[in-house]
């Protein structure tokens, strides 16, 4: 069974994302292991990419600060390696196919494996475009996570019915970032998931306030928050653990 | 296995966001039943006709033949299309496909602002909105562009992030289209980015292709010997290759832009200098890094400017059907000179590069041989920019 389930096992799952090496490496460490202590059940850990297509500015500043410092796919992973010896969370890595490719999959996946990575989010990469690295992510089982949008329609049941870990829903159309409303119904969107999935969904995208936390986590299994985390980061840069870790109290407490 | 589309041997497919797969899905569909329909060939000839301004004329270049001395010269004047080159064939039979899908409203990235003013043309034409999405660096290497577009209604948005050239636009361009897709359709440049785009692209473009066939037939009663042109995404080479590729004694050459030179890091000789991988929807050839992140490339000219190459160029590169050769900026400006006054043609800086290679290539042909180069532009827009090159500042 998935180590992923573990994360929705005790309730509604909170999962922060943050940009691996924005401003340092030894930042991110302090950040996840405040994080976990403080209530998230799942970290996705972003592996910086030079042109994020998916991204808002808030995490395209993120990957630009990232990179500019020096950081690597080497050196995440090395990062990673030093928080298993003491974070037991579920954790997944969001990044960009080329990132995954150019490393070689096999490679790259394996590697995931045998650090503790427990997932892979690739929001480049389409249900009709996974099959190279699925098989790979099986042999390794780490989880290919699926995502649906608001504009999938009649593809929600056939993403779903494959889906493993779990699902990530896309509340809103465009890039990641901030929004004052989600405006979306999902809740018809979710319902199709429901029947068609053997995995919990969690929505991302445009959440940053309790309220929306708790109102995007009702209608699902999770919330998931990104761009938010990476602003207290720009804004406290190395002294950012601690607020990071107040946010993600207040967002697990309002699910 | 998943059923992955638009191949071109390993290259291609649809490595896109979820949010715009139904996008180009519906865009495929759309594409698949106009192609065929009567109304909308008759539509689109005529746009290209009595607006554009086709055919375009495939001139014998006597001055430059017998100057280099070897292969007949023959160019195919895309630069004397309406808006100055071959990008309006692609932009016209984009923007009337997606107004008969019930678009209203184009956005589009450009480079060198060719593909901008182009997009902004048909957009005005068809009374549709456009914004255009422009890197900041190019907009000042291109200000007249960034003019003309305004000028056509466009509204143009300079892109600031990454090295805030043609692939900022891109992205920008593709980040647009996932938060507004209802109303808009991404109206592509190149033969690039998603499947259907490479195929759609590619169609509208080979009418380069099948009037060079037939005026080549009237003129000389044979086919050419090579057909060149520039590459940076790769569409006027594609339009200007299609109808040859079937036809094995035509030499295919594609001539890409290798900035200060394939031995430095500015250069965007991808094809010399890349390797595969998955960038801006698609698989293909891309200059990147150990890690996989993209190269801030370089050229002097804004629209070869791409750290990518087309997917089905990547395919005939494999295949080894068509051959592609780097360029410099030195030798792209030299033949924009050439070119210049010896014909009296003055090329994009774009075209000019493929310029340039016939200048090395042609006395090598014996005298009966005849090659093609496509012009993919006129180069009003380069000469403040090869007038700085030179050393001389002069003021739009």
Known sequence: MSKISQAFAGGKAFIPFITCGDPDLETTQRIVRSMAANGADLIELGIPFSDPTAEGPVIQGANLRALTGGVTTDKIFDMVRQLRRDVAIPMVFMTYANVVFSYGAERFIGTCEEIGIDGLILPDLPFEEKGEFEEICLAHEVDLISLIAPTSADRIAMIASKARGFIYIVSSLGVTGVRSEITTDLSALVRVVRENASVPCAVGFGISTPEQAARMAAVSDGAIVGSAIVRLVEKYGREAAEPVGEYVKKMKDAL | ?396
């Open chain 2, 1 to 396: 296995m998943t059923n992955s589309k638009g191949r071109f041997g390993v290259h291609g497919g649809q490595y896109i966001p979820e949010t715009l797969m139904n996008a180009v899905i519906e865009l495929e569909n759309a594409y698949n039943f106009y192609k065929e329909d009567p109304e909308f060939n008759r539509e689109l000839t005529t746009l290209f006709n009595e607006y554009a301004g086709r055919p375009s004329r495939l001139y014998y270049a006597s001055k430059m033949t017998k100057d280099l001395g070897g292969a007949k010269i023959y160019l195919k004047r895309e630069d004397l299309n309406h808006t100055g080159s071959h990008k309006i064939n692609n932009v016209l039979g984009q923007a009337l496909l997606a107004k008969k899908m019930g678009k209203t409203r184009l956005i589009a990235e450009t480079g060198a602002g060719q593909h901008g003013v182009a997009t902004a043309t048909a957009a005005a034409l068809l009374g549709m909105e456009c914004v255009v999405f422009m890197g900041e660096e190019d907009t000042r290497r291109q200000a007249l562009n960034v003019y003309r577009m305004r000028l056509l209604g466009a509204d143009v948005i300079s892109v600031k992030t990454g090295t805030a050239t043609l692939k900022d636009a891109v992205s920008e361009a593709m980040r647009e289209w996932t938060s507004r897709i209802d109303d808009t359709h991404y109206c592509l440049g190149s033969v690039m980015g998603p499947h259907p785009f490479p195929t759609i692209v590619r169609d509208f473009q080979a009418v380069i292709s099948r009037e060079i066939r037939q005026q080549m037939m009237e003129k000389e009663g044979r086919l050419p010997d090579v057909v060149m042109a520039c590459v940076g995404g790769g569409s006027n080479a594609m339009g200007t290759f299609y109808h040859f590729i079937e036809e094995e004694n035509v030499k295919l050459i594609g001539c890409e832009a290798a900035g200060r030179g394939i031995d430095t890091f500015e250069t965007a000789a991808t094809i010399s200098t890349g390797r595969l991988g998955i960038f801006h929807g698609m698989k293909s050839y891309f200059c990147q890094d150990d890690y996989g992140q993209i190269a801030p490339v370089y050229s002097i000219s804004a629209g070869l400017d791409y750290p990518g190459i087309g997917p089905e160029h990547a395919w005939l590169h494999d295949t080894g059907r068509a051959e592609y050769v780097p360029v410099t900026d030195e030798e792209a400006v030299k033949a924009f000179e050439y070119l210049s006054r010896t014909e009296g043609i003055i090329p994009a800086i774009e075209s000019a590069h493929a310029v340039a290679h016939a200048m090395k290539i042609a006395a090598a042909y014996e005298k009966d041989k005849i090659i093609v180069i496509t012009i993919s532009g006129r180069g009003d827009k380069d000469c403040a920019a090869i007038a700085r090159y030179r050393g001389e500042d002069i003021h739009e």
